[in-house]
């Protein structure tokens, strides 16, 4: 079945520093989605990305899909405290359901 | 703005016991959602509901069952709980299964002893 993965697991960064994770998937996705879960909270819907090759930015947050629509990245520049929390990517291949990669955790040290 | 409500927000059961953890939405969505997550796996689909009446399994469906009587209702049950179903679940739903953007509820924090 497919499968979607995501790097790092975990990242601590610097307050101010620039922040980056990936998401792969095993099979050509139709759409993909990303959401941010904070500590002891649940996840919130960040974006959804559909055609091949997308960039869309909310603020300081770049998200990108791959040429190929098999992986996706979201980037965040300059990271703040309240960044901190875990970002899941979601990728649905034609007619299936989304299936949520295992998430990067991001810590932001002040 | 109530959007996915889940109950109970926590609750401890001993081996073989049974419960159903409830979800309601406010938002008129047709498909609904329960996911499971476990520390380091992300949101693994347990089951879904595409539209009121009909209930379809997910990736861990095992142990669990669902039922989908009112469009805004969503009931999961644990015939024999187990310790491996310790874990968070949350409750979802979406205007459209395959592109809508899901909302979750706030999480039910299970364990099983």
Known sequence: GQQ?????QYQHVQEGEDFTTYCNSS?????I?????RPG????????LVKSG??????RLTFQFGEAKKNSSLHITATQTTDVGTYFCAGSSYGQNFVFGPGTRLSVLP | NAGVTQTPKFQVLKTGQSMTLQCAQDMNHNSMYWYRQDPGMGLRLIYYSASEGTTDKGEVPDGYNVSRLKKQNFLLGLESAAPSQTSVYFCASSPDRLAGELFFGEGSRLTVL
């Not at chain 1, 979607?4 to 790092?8: D, G, S």
């Open chain 1, 4 to 8: 979607v993965m995501q790097i790092p």
């Open chain 1, 27 to 31: 099979t050509t996705l139709s759409n």
């Open chain 1, 33 to 37: 989605q990303w959401y941010k879960q």
């Open chain 1, 41 to 48: 909270g649940h996840p919130v819907f960040l974006i959804q």
């Open chain 1, 54 to 59: 997308e960039v869309k930015k909310q603020k």
